[in-house]
């Protein structure tokens, strides 16, 4: 079993900041990928930012510049800090890991989510 826990949500004006945390522990061989998600109401979910075993990092158009995904790879652990925030930031925000379990299997696995909310 993989588990992932997020935390660091809450509520915040423009302009303010956040930083979200994902701790995965479990049965994990090797970590492929880690990434942020986020899902506002209504909506579909959507991928926020990706960095891989390699460090190689992406961003969603509208969270570049703002938001910095980073990764803590003795801890297995992934952070998104999140600058600048603005209204339509706010979201459900999910972690998300691809890994193995094992030399042969690997699988996607997801946090529970945590609240963002940007708003005066």
């Known amino acids: 079993q993989v588990q992932l826990v997020e935390s660091g949500g809450g509520l915040v004006q423009p302009g303010g900041s956040l930083r979200l945390s994902c701790a995965a522990s479990?049965?994990?061989?090797?970590?492929?990928?880690m990434n942020w998600y986020r899902q506002a109401p209504g909506k579909e979910r959507e991928l926020v930012a990706v960095?891989?075993?390699?460090?190689?990092?992406n961003y969603a158009d509208s969270v570049k510049g703002r938001f910095t995904i980073s990764r803590d790879n003795a801890k297995n652990m992934v952070y998104l800090q999140m600058n600048t925030l603005k209204p339509e930031d706010t979201a459900v925000y999910f972690c998300?890991?691809?890994?193995?379990?094992?030399?042969?299997?690997?699988?996607?696995?997801w946090g529970q989510g945590t609240q963002v909310t940007v708003s005066s």
């Open positions: 998300n890991a691809r890994l193995y379990t094992n030399e042969t299997y690997w699988n996607d696995y």
């Open positions: 479990g049965s994990i061989f090797r970590i492929i990928a």
């Open positions: 960095i891989n075993s390699g460090h190689s990092i």
